[in-house]
């Protein structure tokens, strides 16, 4: 299994933020993540035992947080376009690190793959992602792209 942990967006962030992808693809082609697989992966355990990632995340006791989506780049060494918040807050960082990654955590949302380097990128909407739980994915690569999994859910509270 490949697991990760996750935050996923609210169905009208992910709606903003595909609809944003699309228009910057006209710039730098790519593929577009599909609207119903954009996330924050939070830390990438690979090929783990689900129970003891549940175990592990089961013991994290850190609260809601949110972060504000205000930086968007596109990364020449894996040819990504994503977004981001320019400073990640404390408690996001915190909580990845309980999760299990171990470099600093860079969040970031990949939204197009296989991008050419764009001219510019279009303004980024002021959008909020709010974190109020968690999720546990496994992930299985399919000729069509990712096929997510979610395996269990955990609150912050």
């Known amino acids: 299994m490949r697991l990760f942990f996750a935050s996923w967006p609210p169905p009208e962030l992910a709606r903003a933020l595909s609809r944003w992808a699309r228009e910057t693809q006209r710039g730098c082609g790519g593929r577009v993540t599909r609207e119903n697989l954009i996330h924050l992966t939070l830390a990438f355990l690979g090929d783990a035992d689900p129970a003891a990632a549940i175990a592990m995340a089961q013991g994290v006791r850190t609260g809601p947080t949110s972060f504000r989506l205000d930086v968007a780049k596109y990364w020449a060494h894996n040819r990504i376009v994503w977004v981001g918040p320019q400073e990640v807050p404390q408690p996001l960082a915190t909580l990845a ?3 299990g990654e171990a470099r600093e955590f860079a969040a970031h949302v990949t939204l197009i793959r296989k991008a050419r380097g764009p001219a510019n990128l279009p303004p980024l909407p002021a959008l ?8 546990l994915m496994n992930s299985r690569l399919e000729p069509d792209g990712p096929v997510y999994e979610v395996l269990e859910r955990f609150a912050l509270a």
């Open 128 to 135: 909020d992602w709010p974190v109020t739980e968690f999720v």
């Open 97 to 99: 690190r309980a999760l």
